[in-house]
């Protein structure tokens, strides 16, 4: 595996239900971070990992809550979500966390999970 | 408040040239990128921008302006392949990513 990997790619849940994603990085990096991507709107960040630490959240409802076990795996997990949370989730990785690393640190995505909460 | 401009949806024929413009509001600027993303797919690196001017890659060429907070991506002899959107985003002075919402673009035989 090269690259950014998530899994799975696609995933339905009742909004009773608990499910994970999973991101894996296979480049050596050591910051990982969770996207939202809706239909026409910016991408949201959620949570910024920096050496397993959590260095950022953006105000994400608790419904939502990240590991981090080491640098190469990131998870997001989900209980109780809302249809609103239905959504294109992307995992990203960089070299280094932006402000920490060189002015030209570039993130390298994932393909996402496209998410469907009914 | 922070702001990316980019058109939400643009069209142009095969073998020809497009230019989708990004304009920012931001706290600060320590550059400015440029991804592509295909339906389904993963957003990819196309480019980066620190310094006014042109910075060309193939077919691809990104020009910044700071003084007037704008950017184009240039596309020259379009495939189908490059139908997808393109998207824009800038380091503010907290060094975080402001993203646009994207630029779909349409390529027709």
């Known amino acids: 595996e090269t690259g950014v990997t998530q899994t799975p790619r696609h995933l339905v849940m009742g909004m009773t239900n608990k499910k994970s994603l999973k991101c894996e990085q296979h480049?050596?990096?050591?910051?990982m971070y969770w996207y939202k991507q809706s239909a026409k709107k910016p991408l949201e960040l959620m949570f910024v990992?920096?050496?397993?630490?959590?260095?950022e959240n953006n105000s994400v409802p608790s419904r939502f809550s990240p590991e981090c076990p080491n640098s190469s795996h990131l998870f997001l997990h989900l209980h109780t979500l809302q249809p609103e949370d239905s959504a294109l989730y992307l995992c990203?990785?960089?070299?280094?966390?932006?402000?920490?690393?060189?002015?030209?640190?570039?993130?390298?995505f994932g393909p996402g999970t496209r998410l469907t909460v009914l | 408040g922070q702001n990316i401009d980019q058109p939400t949806e643009m069209t142009a024929t095969e073998g020809a040239i497009v230019q989708i413009n990004c304009t920012y509001q931001?706290?600060?600027?320590?550059?400015l990128f440029w991804y592509q993303q295909h339906a389904g797919e993963a957003p990819t690196f196309l480019s980066y921008?620190?310094l006014d001017g042109l910075e060309e890659k193939g077919r691809f060429s990104s020009f910044l302006s700071r003084s007037k907070g704008y950017s184009y991506l240039l596309l020259k002899e379009l495939q189908m392949k490059d139908s997808a959107s393109y998207l824009c985003?800038?380091?503010?002075?907290?060094?975080?990513?402001?993203w646009g919402a994207g630029t779909k673009l349409i390529i027709k035989p």
């Open positions: 990203a990785s960089s070299q280094g966390v932006p402000g920490r690393g060189p002015p030209t640190d570039t993130q390298y």
């Open positions: 480049l050596g990096h050591n910051a």
């Open positions: 990992y920096n050496f397993k630490e959590q260095t």
């Open positions: 931001t706290s600060g600027f320590n550059g």
């Open positions: 921008n620190v």
């Open positions: 985003a800038v380091r503010d002075s907290n060094y975080q990513l402001i």
